[in-house]
């Protein structure tokens, strides 16, 4: 063999190697990103991944619905009249309203609204709630007022409760085994992102009221139904133009995520995973509604190989109502925002891929305090159990 065919050899196999390498090389640079390992644990050290752990925690409401397809929706923040998602809180959003207070003496209770103060522990309110009194011939057990109880606590779309006036206690309560009482009421919600209650969401409550009215001897007093359709209608407006679902896209600039690099990097920012596959949440407290929201593709969360699968975009998203004033919540995203984008080298958009200056969220931040405002002054604070009830 010739010097000259030994140095085509080489030649080629110097080519062969180098497209090999650079193969490899482009493979791994277009790969999802995964997560770092875990570092080395001493002995004795139980077993881990380096982050936090958190217990779950219990979301209020229906939060699992996507964000709106404008990155900001409600009074005077772009583009108003999202879809509304459906009412899924069911009856534990019933927990936060508040009824009116009746009077030391026996007589039927009064019907007013409540102070922010008292309504934290009580059911309905005049405010967002249409309500009956219950006036029974004699007191009534609890054992006797749940078994009348009707088996769902919705008319249509609309959540509605029945209480017991709790005499020791002085307060309105779900009626409770071995207590008796001698005020009752019933009432429904108005409204709520399902829309305002109508006719026959009214008409349904009166009849399943009425059958528990007749298991336990009681005449209710119902309100008028077009009085309370029309206030309804007015509350659903209000609530319609004061009704704001942030939602921002973090995209990745050039390689894309696998869920796990996600889900690594939103952990260190105190996110834990959510009820749902693909979605992670910041919580606000015991008990309370998540802070803020993390999402993804739920196909890729559920992936047989996840650290292959492809993640190029999440949505980060906050629901207004649900969240406290004093949260600072809309700060509180933009400092997650900024955080995830240098860690993960991805660059904060709309939902049409067009990237959001400084500039842009300062204009929604100044929105949403005269939000803030309007809400105070309905007595609808957002992050109070009334708020929640109504934008769920």
């Not at 640079?29 to 217990?55: I, N």
């Not at 900024?338 to 100044?366: E, F, N, Q, W």
Request: glycine share 8%.
């Amino acid at each position: 063999m010739s010097n000259f065919q030994l140095l085509l050899i080489l030649a080629g196999a110097v080519v062969l190697a180098a497209v090999i390498a650079y193969n490899a090389w482009d493979a791994r640079r277009h790969a999802p990103r995964r997560p770092d390992a875990p570092p080395a644990r001493a002995d004795g050290d139980p077993p881990g991944d380096g982050l936090q752990r958190h217990e779950p925690i219990l979301e209020f409401g229906d939060d699992e619905q996507p964000g709106a397809e404008a990155y900001a929706q409600g009074a005077g923040m772009g583009e108003a009249g999202a879809a509304p998602a459906p009412d899924a809180a069911g009856d534990a959003a019933q927990g936060g309203g508040a009824p009116a207070q009746p009077p030391a003496q026996p007589a039927a209770p009064v019907r007013g609204p409540l102070s922010v103060g008292e309504r934290r522990m009580f059911v309905l309110d005049a405010l967002i709630d249409a309500i009956a009194p219950l006036a029974a011939d004699q007191p009534v057990s609890g054992e006797a007022a749940l078994a009348a109880m009707p088996p769902t606590r919705r008319a249509g779309s609309k959540p509605f409760a029945i209480e017991g006036y709790n005499d020791a206690l002085q307060q309105w309560e779900t009626p409770q085994p071995g207590q008796r009482y001698r005020h009752l009421q019933a009432g429904v919600q108005l409204a709520n992102r399902s829309g305002a209650l109508n006719d026959i969401e009214f008409s349904e409550f009166v009849m399943k009221v009425q059958a528990f009215a007749d298991a336990i001897a009681a005449a209710p007093d119902f309100p008028d139904m077009r009085a309370e359709v029309a206030r309804a209608r007015e509350l659903d407006q209000f609530a319609s133009d004061h009704d704001a679902q942030l939602s921002f896209v973090l995209r990745a600039r050039q390689a894309a995520w696998s869920p796990g690099y996600v889900q690594q990097h939103a952990a260190r920012l105190g996110f834990v995973p959510g009820s749902m596959p693909g979605r992670l949440v910041l919580p606000a407290g015991q008990g309370l509604p998540p802070l803020l929201s993390l999402s993804y593709d739920p196909q890729a969360a559920m992936s047989d190989e996840p650290e292959q699968t492809a993640v190029r975009d999440t949505t980060l998203s906050l629901d207004v109502a649900h969240v406290a004033r004093a949260h600072e919540p809309f700060a509180r995203l933009r400092e997650v925002a900024d955080a995830l984008c240098r860690a993960m080298d991805g660059v904060l958009c709309d939902h049409s891929g067009v990237a959001l200056p400084a500039m842009a969220l300062d204009s929604i931040a100044a929105d949403l305090q005269q939000l803030y405002d309007h809400l105070d002054a309905r007595e609808l604070a957002a992050g109070s159990p009334l708020a929640r009830r109504l934008f769920s």
